[in-house]
T-cell receptor, first 112, second 112 residues
Framework: QQQVKQSPQSLIVQKGGISIINCAYENTAFDYFPWYQQFPGKGPALLIAIRPDVSEKKEGRFTISFNKSAKQFSLHIMDSQPGDSATYFCAASIGGYNKLIFGAGTRLAVHP | DGGITQSPKYLFRKEGQNVTLSCEQNLNHDAMYWYRQDPGQGLRLIYYSQIVNDFQKGDIAEGYSVSREKKESFPLTVTSAQKNPTAFYLC???????????FGPGTRLLVL
C-alpha cells in the first residue's frame, strides 16, 4: 500500500531525445507527487511536482503526466541534454508535513 | 543565504562508537527529516520532526536517535546498535504546507 514502484532502473538516451521515467503507486490517499533530481555526491533537489487534480504539468523541458485511474505518473524530459545525466526519484505523500515515500530511482545517462 | 547545511561531509566510525551527524537550517521551516540512502537505492526515512521537542520514528529508526531542541537544528546520532551504518545520510526540511522537502548536501558515513 505504501510502495512507489519506479522504472526503469537505468536509462540511456541520446542528446536531443526524450527521456521517460514511470512510477506506479497503490495508496489512493496519496495527494502529492514530486520528482527529485540527484547528482552524484549531492542531495536531491526538487524538480517538479503535481497533485492528482491535474493530468499534466510542464516546467520548461520537464513534464509530469498523471493518470489517476491507472495510479501511475511519469516524468518526461524533452530535448535531453548531457547535463540532465543524474538519478531521478519519484515520490508520493499524503497531505503536508508527512513522510515522502520514494521510488528506488532511475539513473539517466544522456550521451552526446 | 538560506539553506540546509550538514556536517561533516565525511565521517568515520569505529566499532562500538556513537557518532553524531549535524543538520542545521535557516529556512525557518517547522519540519525536519533524516533519510538514509544506500548505493543504487531510494531514500528511506529514519526519523522526522514536525515541531520542536517532538519527533517520530520513520521506517528504519532502529540503531539511531535524534533530538529537536531548537527549530533550526536536528542532529542524528548513529549508535553502536546500528550494525550496518555505512551509507549516505540526508537531512531535509519542509515549510509552509509541509509538502515540499528541501535536502541538504549529505554526510557520507564510513566504518573503519
Amino acid at each position: 500500500q505504501q510502495q512507489v514502484k519506479q522504472s526503469p532502473q537505468s536509462l540511456i538516451v541520446q542528446k536531443g531525445g526524450i527521456s521517460i521515467i514511470n512510477c506506479a503507486y497503490e495508496n489512493t490517499a496519496f495527494d502529492y507527487f514530486p520528482w527529485y533530481q540527484q547528482f552524484p555526491g549531492k542531495g536531491p533537489a526538487l524538480l517538479i511536482a503535481i497533485r492528482p487534480d491535474v493530468s499534466e504539468k510542464k516546467e520548461g523541458r520537464f513534464t509530469i503526466s498523471f493518470n489517476k485511474s491507472a495510479k501511475q505518473f511519469s516524468l518526461h524530459i524533452m530535448d535531453s541534454q548531457p547535463g540532465d545525466s543524474a538519478t531521478y526519484f519519484c515520490a508520493a505523500s499524503i497531505g503536508g508535513y508527512n513522510k515522502l515515500i520514494f521510488g528506488a530511482g532511475t539513473r539517466l545517462a544522456v550521451h552526446p | 543565504d538560506g539553506g540546509i547545511t550538514q556536517s561533516p561531509k565525511y565521517l568515520f566510525r569505529k566499532e562500538g562508537q556513537n557518532v553524531t551527524l549535524s543538520c542545521e537550517q535557516n529556512l525557518n521551516h517547522d519540519a525536519m527529516y533524516w533519510y538514509r540512502q544506500d548505493p543504487g537505492q531510494g531514500l528511506r526515512l529514519i526519523y522526522y520532526s514536525q515541531i520542536v521537542n517532538d519527533f517520530q520514528k520513520g521506517d528504519i529508526a532502529e540503531g539511531y536517535s535524534v533530538s529537536r531542541e531548537k527549530k533550526e537544528s536536528f542532529p542524528l546520532t548513529v549508535t553502536s546498535a546500528q550494525k550496518n551504518p555505512t551509507a549516505f545520510y540526508l537531512c531535509a526540511s519542509s515549510g509552509e504546507f509541509g509538502e515540499t522537502q528541501y535536502f541538504g548536501p549529505g554526510t557520507r558515513l564510513l566504518v573503519l
